[in-house]
């Protein structure tokens, strides 16, 4: 028989932890903390008070350099409510929200697609891609106002030279959403494609090989392989263009043909609502309606976001 | 090895060549006038080639404005935002996507849903934010705002959760290495293609930003955005000049878009 | 990795660097500070060119105690943003600020945040330095004086000569005279024109309105800061007149100051155009040397005269040395100063003897014909009788109202239909 050695029983002794692992823990533990604090610091400095700023002066009836705002409770947001102008700015971005974040986020894939592959002088392409958002304001104005300029605009030239009628670019509500819409997808396209490279990069390569030796084509492949795999990408550049569509200002500004004008045209037809915001803060010195206009369009971004990030989600796992 | 997948054919690049032709084209309009004349803009039928003008309304640039002093701050505004925000973007992005932490989901919608405030009554409170912190005149009042931003951290957030798996984390938690140890040799390499367009878009956005350094430095400290603008007094605009001034301001942009989009490619080995 | 952990270290040694350097090299003063020995630092405010460069320098000269900082932005959409911010933030601004005319309706209910020059200027600046139509726009709604008048833009009337004779209409300096003796005949002309040449008469609805409003007893609002839109007869009035011209095919529907109105000169658009002083340089730089000696510029404008632009200098309650500050801004507008800087940048004086002095009077434009510009713009000056009243509000409705409207009709819009748009437009902006 085999002798067992007896040994002592086992006794739960609670073994007090070694330093190293109890600064492990602590480590484990504290980190993430440290690791975000670097955001929070910043925005506590920066970004808290222009949120508290904002959101007390829209209670108030506050005029800029008025010393006693009256206090209004939420008369601001009622009477937003009822306020024309300010539907008309949420039709008008919505509409070229619509207009320009659709087609872009279909091409900005498409562009990521073609750029990730096997390419000559990649690193030249990337660079071609992002130049747009570069660009100097001062030069795109010019430039968009020669192209869709009514009278001596190039596209209006080249419309009525094939027989066409020419496009009011700036009072025709729609045309002059086209033509902002154009004017963004222009600059933001390439930026959300370098994005969508990046996470098409990251892809493991394995799975996709697996899809390739499956016999799957290359169309095939990206639509049921490739995008499922970047939708947290996608749910980022969906969510990021949404909040940047909705929130539009540099583009419609530029697009007015009265410089540095906040109307956004003669009629308002393409004034976002950030550029009413804008105008009733900086030219109508009506700070608090202002910031209540702020406030919505936050509110309206949220929901809207929201829909999207679902959509996104939901579209992810149909495949 | 980077398989990269499918080998582009000629209607690949042909649509590249167009998109980037199109992208480029405002560039060389740009030059095109800064080449000429402003009264080149009022011709019907606008010439295609640039002229010998160039040289001349550059040097106009220096003599009206101070550029390099511009240049400089602009330089240490930008590098300095660039550093920092992907930095405590890749951090903050790491500590959300793959560290577990009590109110991380929270904390991470809350940051993301910052993004949809409109900013631009915020300069209003902004300033006397640093009016009050005595930041007003001084580069930090440009920098400190910006040192990380939620679009940063939401990207990051974003590309970690894919890029980085889980096993090579537990790998190196395994092998003893530290929480830090393993976002420097583990995360860090892995997003660089992610690390590095961010630092092109923080960059370039930093660069061209106009109105807050407009409102909070003073004139014996500008950026480079603030010194281009001063060549658009007067009631008539000579554009050529104030083109030449923003494509000159358009070189450094280039320049540290191409090092890092040449950084861009995934690193080799992902394994620490 | 070795390479990696360098690089981190690298990076944040880099932002550390980056972070000393800007915390350093980050020199500019603040407004007003009182350095060491009654050293006193000023600075000032201005957009677009005032002229002022050379003569900053001369004050520092003749003040040695004195250091002046130039805070000059180059359009002024950015700069009164900028001056609205600092106002709303309580802080920042410069000790002397300049604020052109069609935003001195923006702080002429603020006037309790400037300082009342009368009080803390120099004894000896009055009144009758300034045109008095001038001076009395500078005062804020309770009647303090809080801007010193600095440049104006006397109304004339340019025109092609070349495109008014092949109508057959009269170009010489006499026969214009009776073209644009009133605004009746100056339409009526414009019907002419058109019937003759099927061409445009003018550049844009909104200059014509602008300068025809101007000229009114009463704008858009009244001394006690309430809309007289639908119970004033000399808008009214004025609206239909330019509605009907438009209607007529006499306006070439450009919006001013944009891309298309410039090149609409080189494409010789209209005949006729809405010319302050400032403006000739405009004319001359956009319609180029293509068209030089074809645009011409007579005193007979219609209505009389007019005043379009020019700016004051205000001394905010902010200001740490306000009187000092106010000194520096009267020097600044005496007319010895003005008229240097009429030399350097064509800004036009404001000042009555500035506009007398022989260096004025002889000047003249080889562009438009060696006309003698600066005899005629002191002449138009003169024929202000009185500073129209500009309350709160009176620069947006003008700039977001009425000149949108009409740019509305301009594009097809009834003029009744744009009519209700300006009285809705208005009555918001002056609830």
């Not at chain 2, 980037?20 to 080449?35: E, H, I, K, R, T």
């Not at chain 2, 009206?64 to 505004?77: M, T």
Request: glycine letters at 10%; proline letters at 5%.
């Amino acid at each position: 028989m085999t002798s067992t050695v007896v040994h002592e029983p086992r006794q739960r002794v609670r073994v007090r932890p070694s330093l190293k692992e109890r600064l492990a823990n602590w480590d484990v533990k504290v980190s993430p903390y440290l690791y975000i604090a670097p955001f929070f610091v910043v925005f506590g400095v920066v970004g808290l008070f222009p949120l508290l700023y904002t959101a007390y002066v829209s209670f108030f009836d506050w005029e800029i350099g008025d010393d006693n705002p009256k206090f209004l409770g939420f008369g601001n947001y009622v009477e937003l409510m009822g306020d024309g102008q300010f539907w008309h700015a949420v039709g008008n971005t919505l509409s070229i929200f619509v207009l320009s974040s659709g087609p872009q986020l279909v091409v900005a894939v498409l562009l990521a697609a073609l750029l990730n592959m096997r390419l000559r002088g990649p690193t030249g392409w990337r660079v071609g891609v992002l130049l747009p958002y570069a660009a100097s304001l001062v030069a795109l104005g010019i430039i968009f106002a020669n192209l869709f300029g009514p009278r001596y605009g190039l596209i209006n030239s080249l419309l009525e030279s094939v027989g066409l009628d020419r496009v009011e670019w700036q009072a025709n509500r729609f045309a002059s959403h086209l033509a902002i819409a154009t004017m963004v997808n222009w600059r933001w396209t390439g930026y959300n494609a370098l994005i969508v490279l990046a996470a098409m990069q990251a892809l493991p390569k394995d799975v996709m090989e697996a899809a390739v030796v499956d016999g799957a084509g290359p169309v095939r492949r990206f639509f049921s392989v490739t995008l499922p795999m970047l939708r947290p990408t996608l749910v980022f550049v969906v969510i990021t263009s949404t909040i940047g569509g909705l929130q539009i200002f540099t583009e419609p500004k530029l697009f007015d043909a009265m410089p540095g004008s906040n109307n956004g045209g003669s009629t308002n037809q393409f004034q976002t609502v950030t550029l009413y915001l804008y105008q009733q803060g900086f030219e109508g010195f009506d700070l608090g309606y202002a910031s209540a206009i702020a406030w919505v369009l936050f509110l309206l971004i949220v929901v809207i976001a929201l829909g999207n990030f679902l959509l996104t989600r939901r579209m992810g796992r149909i495949r | 090895m980077n398989t990269r997948i499918g080998r582009p054919n000629f209607f690949v690049y042909a649509a590249l060549t167009v998109f980037v032709l199109v992208s480029l084209f405002p560039f060389y309009w740009s030059f095109l006038v800064a080449s000429r004349d402003t009264s080149m803009l009022s011709e019907h039928i606008p010439p295609l080639l640039p002229g010998g003008n160039f040289f001349r309304n550059a040097a106009r640039v220096f003599d009206a404005v101070e550029f390099w002093k511009a240049l400089g701050n602009s330089v240490i505004v930008s590098g300095t935002v660039t550093l920092t925000t992907v930095l405590f973007s890749a951090l903050a992005g790491f500590a959300f996507a793959k560290l577990r932490f009590r109110g991380s989901n929270p904390l991470f919608v809350f940051i993301v849903v910052t993004l949809a405030v409109p900013t631009q009554l915020g300069v209003i409170p902004l300033f006397i934010a640093m009016a009050d912190l005595g930041w007003a005149g001084h580069l930090q009042a440009v920098i400190v705002p910006n040192l990380v931003t939620a679009f940063g951290v939401f990207w990051m957030r974003q590309y970690i959760v894919d890029a980085v798996p889980y096993e090579l984390i537990e790998a190196a938690r395994v092998d003893g290495c530290s929480v830090f140890r393993t976002f420097v040799s583990v995360v860090l390499p892995a997003i660089r293609p992610a690390a590095a367009i961010l630092a092109m878009f923080t960059f370039m956005m930093s660069w061209n930003d106009f109105l807050w350094p407009l409102i909070v430095l003073n004139p014996d400290n500008p950026t480079i955005q603030l010194a281009l603008e001063r060549l658009q007094s007067g009631y008539y605009v000579d554009y050529s000049l104030v083109l030449a001034g923003t494509t000159l301001a358009t070189i450094p942009i280039l320049i540290v878009s191409s090092c890092s989009a040449a950084r861009s490619w995934p690193a080799s080995c992902k394994a620490p | 990795m070795r390479h990696l952990h360098k690089g981190v270290s690298f990076a944040i040694g880099l932002t550390v660097l980056g972070a000393t350097l800007a915390a350093c090299g980050g020199g500019g003063g603040s407004a007003g500070g009182s350095g060491d020995g009654g050293q006193i630092e000023l600075s000032i405010g201005t957009f677009t060119e005032f002229g002022y460069e050379d003569l900053i320098t001369e004050y520092e000269r003749l003040h040695p105690n004195i250091k002046i900082t130039h805070h000059k932005t180059g359009e002024g959409g950015p700069y009164h943003q900028n001056l609205i911010t600092k106002l709303a933030a309580g802080s920042g601004l410069e000790d002397v600020v300049a604020v052109e005319e069609g935003h001195f309706s923006d702080i002429v209910d603020k006037g309790g945040k400037f300082n009342d020059l009368t009080e803390i200027g120099p004894k000896d600046v009055t009144a009758d330095r300034w045109l008095n139509w001038k001076y009395e726009a500078g005062k804020d709604s309770g009647g303090r004086l809080i801007g010193y008048g600095t440049d104006i833009g006397p109304l004339a009337m340019c025109y092609r000569k070349d495109l008014l004779e092949a109508a057959g209409l009269p170009s010489d300096p006499e026969g214009v005279k009776a073209l644009f003796s009133s605004w009746d005949a100056y339409f009526a002309a414009g019907d002419q024109y058109v019937a003759r040449t099927g061409k445009p008469w003018f550049d844009s609805a909104g200059q014509n309105f602008n300068a025809m409003v101007n000229q009114l007893d009463v704008g858009y609002l009244d001394r006690d800061d309430k809309l007289t839109l639908e119970t004033n007869p000399g808008i009214k009035s004025a609206w239909d007149k330019v509605t009907t011209a438009v209607a007529h095919g006499q306006s070439a529907k450009l919006v001013a100051f944009s891309n298309e109105w410039k090149t609409g000169f080189q494409q010789s658009a209209f005949a006729t155009k809405t010319c302050p002083s400032w403006m000739l340089g405009v004319v001359e730089e956009n319609a180029g040397a293509a068209n030089a000696g074809k645009w011409a510029v007579t005193d007979a404008f219609p209505g009389g005269g007019g005043n379009w632009g020019g700016s004051y200098l205000t001394v905010p309650k902010q200001s740490r040395h306000p009187k000092e500050a106010a000194e520096f801004a009267a020097w600044l507008t005496a007319p010895e100063q003005q008229l240097k800087a009429f030399a350097a940048k064509g800004n036009f004086p404001s000042q009555t003897q500035a506009l007398t002095s022989p260096q004025l009077q002889d000047e003249t434009s080889a562009y438009f014909g060696d006309a003698k510009i600066g005899q005629l713009y002191a002449e138009q000056a003169r024929k202000v009788t009185k500073a129209q009243y500009k309350g709160p509000g009176d620069g947006q409705i003008q700039e977001n109202v009425t000149t949108p409207a009409l740019q509305a009709v301009e594009q097809g819009t009834p003029a009744d239909q744009a009519w209700q748009q300006v009285v809705d437009g208005a009555k918001k902006i002056v609830k």
